[in-house]
């Protein structure tokens, strides 16, 4: 056991109506590459939540470099030279990134040899300097609130290398980056590795772990139920353990049958807080039956695009008509109601309130509605009902099922809830924006079938999506977006992968 820099021995950590980790054993030598696989739910970031003092186990011990680890808290972790990036942010909004950076470490110095105070200016230029060598450069200055989802993801990684941790724990550290970020980002790992760092890698991605670990440990439903040499063991039986059964990687995809046009963008411009244009004149239209996905790089307007059309974020010019009515002035109710139906990218800022019950934000967009509100009065029986109904049909796994605040769920689960309630609406159109993002194996699968499903019953399918394998499996046209502009609009199976990668960093024809 001297080998092992991490030792967790019985480990068992209970919820409410849940286990979610189940008398775990395992090792992770120093100097490695540790994969945890799993399912949504299936207990891995809570059981690296513990080794970063988060929870305390219920049952169990855990030990660094041979040592019992008596106090559970992140300052200890620190303190134990243990860091992690976690799924969901852990940041300030109102902080800026280096504020947030050096939250609880804060260097100090003196105004006129008395007075303390914060050297935030010598701290931003650390931060600079940090973000610059590992190609995560990032405006020190800049706030959170005013930063996507892939930036932050950049400054939670910066945190950590801020604090110089020697075991790195990345909870679903590439679900938000684009395919070039990732690549460097599993460059980062390896170099840190070679540094003598010990990683232990949290992706649903298998292909990643391929490409990087040494070993993984996989769990299923709290339990460890295998460990493997990665070298050894093929993607396909690692998605079989994982998930307990056969998985597809191919999609089962039927012909399209185009109809009429559902959704029209026509000269479409969108402005930031800050005024900037950030889509410049975007024509495009969906028709009945089709998936039309934009690809591009993350931070080019494909989000703006999306969030325009759904109603929240306001037009500057242009029009967006849904089955032929002018939306582009509607309130997010209205267009609801017209018949738009909406994924966002965050899943919990925009498409979900965290402290409500899963039944609560199943019934977001329908609880005015009969019967589930009858004479102004709710009726909880009715929203509880047809919950159940969802929670099955998308196998939705949650502690109290319905009951289950959505705060305590995985994030894996969140996001099936999301895709639940916004096909329930069976609207003409639906906008799916990252609909896989954390996602494991066997959920994307289920995810893509519902896509694709929605696709045969006629439905518009806007996708906008980080992942190119995703778009060129779905995608029947494909638009590339380049700083706001759609460069190129093509027929997917006119398109190759390499082209696709072209035209995303600007290349044109």
Do not use: W
Request: with cysteine; proline share 3%.
């Amino acid at each position: 056991m001297d080998d092992y820099i991490v030792e967790m021995r019985h480990v068992t950590k209970r919820f409410p109506g849940i286990v979610a980790n189940d008398d775990i054993s395992l090792g992770i030598k120093k100097g490695e590459i540790f994969a945890l696989l799993g399912e949504n739910g299936a207990g891995k970031s809570t059981l690296m939540s513990i080794l970063f003092g988060m929870y305390e186990p219920d049952e169990g011990e855990v030990y660094i470099r041979g040592k019992k680890v008596e106090t559970f808290s992140p300052n200890h972790a620190t303190e134990l030279n243990i860091g992690m990036v976690h799924q969901h942010f852990k940041l300030v909004s109102n902080y800026t990134i280096t504020e947030n950076i050096i939250l609880g470490m804060e260097p100090r110095r003196r105004i006129a040899g008395i007075f303390p105070a914060v050297d935030v200016k010598s701290a931003d230029k650390k931060v600079a300097e940090l973000s610059k060598k590992f190609g995560l450069e990032v405006d020190p200055t800049q706030k959170i609130e005013d930063l996507n989802v892939s930036m932050q993801q950049r400054v939670e990684i910066l945190k950590m290398l801020y604090r110089e941790a020697e075991i790195l724990i990345f909870d679903e550290p590439t679900a938000v980056l684009t395919p070039q970020e990732i690549e460097f980002l599993l460059e980062i790992i390896r170099e840190m590795r070679r540094k003598g760092k010990t990683i232990i890698l949290i992706t649903h991605k298998l292909e990643e772990i391929k490409k990087v670990a040494d070993r993984c440990a996989i769990l299923c439903r709290g339990r460890l139920v295998g460990m493997c040499d990665v070298a050894t063991t093929s993607t396909k039986e690692m998605a079989a353990r994982m998930v307990g059964r056969e998985v597809s990687f191919e999609l089962g995809k039927e012909p399209a049958k185009f109809g009429a046009p559902v959704l029209n963008v026509d000269h479409l411009s969108v402005k930031n807080d800050d005024g900037f244009t950030v889509v410049s004149d975007v024509s495009f239209s969906v028709r009945a039956g089709e998936i039309f996905a934009i690809a591009g790089v993350a931070g080019n307007g494909q989000v703006e695009i999306a969030d325009a059309v759904a109603g929240l974020a306001p037009v500057s010019s242009g029009t967006v008509t849904l089955a032929g009515k002018d939306i582009t002035r509607s309130s997010v109710r209205a267009r609801a109601e017209q018949g738009l139906a909406y994924i966002p990218e965050d899943r919990q800022a925009r498409g979900l309130i965290l402290d409500f019950t899963l039944s609560e934000n199943l019934m977001l967009k329908r609880y005015y509605q009969e019967p589930y509100c009858v004479k102004n009065v709710l009726h909880r029986d009715e929203f509880d009902k047809k919950s159940r109904e969802l929670i099955e049909r998308f196998d939705i796994r949650s502690g109290q099922g319905e009951q289950t605040v959505v705060r305590s769920m995985s994030g894996g689960n969140q996001q099936k809830a999301i895709v639940a309630r916004e096909i329930e609406l069976d609207a003409p159109c639906i906008i799916f924006v990252q609909p896989t993002r954390g996602l494991d194996i066997g959920a994307i699968e289920h995810i893509h079938e519902q896509i694709l499903a929605e696709r045969s019953r006629g439905k518009a399918i806007l996708l906008i999506s980080l992942e190119l394998d995703e778009i060129m499996n779905l995608a029947d046209t494909i638009g590339v977006i380049y700083n706001g502009q759609l460069l190129k609009t093509a027929p997917a199976d006119t398109l190759t992968t390499n082209e696709v990668g072209q035209f995303m960093m600007g290349v044109k024809e």
